[in-house]
């Protein structure tokens, strides 16, 4: 049977409930622009495999996934859709909502969004915890990454880069368009980074002008990094380190681990 809560009859999700899962995992991503090699859609995409492959392994449900996120900076090149925060809030609040009022009081918010997708979901996920008695986890892949990211030789987090790219050559490799990848390297700046496994002082992130970012745009079609350095076989052992981890958590909240 699916995992996924949309293919699912309400007989069959009452069935699953009754048999004890009281887990679901919520994947939330962002439409935006990824480069010229990857499509608007790589944020939702990545969270989805993820919580697919654990979902089957870990035995719970995935709901539908939010397919929009916080993009104010992308919006300069065709086909990003950005939500404000309050709004998306709101929506994460309300999906929480309305699972467990039928009974899933572990939820797992997979962010494929980098971390301009966490301040909106951290305050959603509180309000969750205290207005409605649930357990909330936020899983983010950049940050339950750490580990492996250096033994695969990844440059540092920016956008449509060798992780992602990888990821998507693994999992979607008739999306990705290599050929037509741009580098342009993330260059290490004095007191500032974006990149969670980073060790060094640094400013906490806001999200770039679109100024900013019509000068990248221009330059590398909106890549920040070195997507041609990215490999299929390094986005499989990066995509199986994430399941992983994802199982682990969903086993502890299950009281399996």
Not at 2 to 23: I, P, Y
Not at 116 to 134: D, F, K, S, T
Request: hydrophobic share 40%; proline share 6%; charged share 20%.
């Amino acid at each position: 049977m699916s995992v996924w809560l949309q293919n699912l009859s309400w007989e069959e999700a009452g069935a699953r409930l009754k048999a004890g899962e009281d887990v679901v995992i919520i994947p939330v991503g962002s439409t935006e622009q990824h480069g010229r090699h990857l499509p608007l859609g790589t944020d939702t995409m990545v969270a989805t495999f993820i919580a697919e492959d654990a979902a089957v392994k870990a035995g719970c449900l995935v709901a539908p996934p939010v397919w929009y996120g916080w993009s104010p900076h992308h919006m300069v090149l065709p086909g990003t859709v950005t939500i404000r925060p309050e709004v998306l809030i709101e929506l994460l609040y309300d999906v929480i909502d309305s699972l467990q009022q039928h009974g899933f009081k572990k939820i797992v918010v997979i962010n494929g969004h980098r971390i301009v997708n966490i301040p909106w979901m951290q305050i959603a996920a509180e309000r969750a915890q205290r207005l409605l008695g649930v357990k909330v986890v936020l899983f983010d892949p950049a940050y339950m990454s750490k580990e492996i990211v250096s033994r695969l030789d990844f440059g540092s987090v920016g956008h449509a880069e060798e992780i992602e790219t990888s990821h998507m050559m693994h999992k979607k490799p008739e999306l990705v368009r290599l050929e037509k990848a741009e580098s342009n390297p993330v260059h290490k700046t004095p007191l500032y980074s974006v990149d969670p496994s980073y060790t060094g002082d640094t400013l906490c992130y806001v999200p770039s002008t679109r100024e900013h970012m019509r000068i990248q745009a221009e330059k590398s079609g909106g890549t920040g990094g070195e997507p041609g350095k990215s490999s299929a076989e390094k986005g499989e052992l990066y995509h199986k380190h994430l399941v992983e981890n994802l199982v682990r958590v969903i086993s502890s909240l299950q009281g399996k681990a």
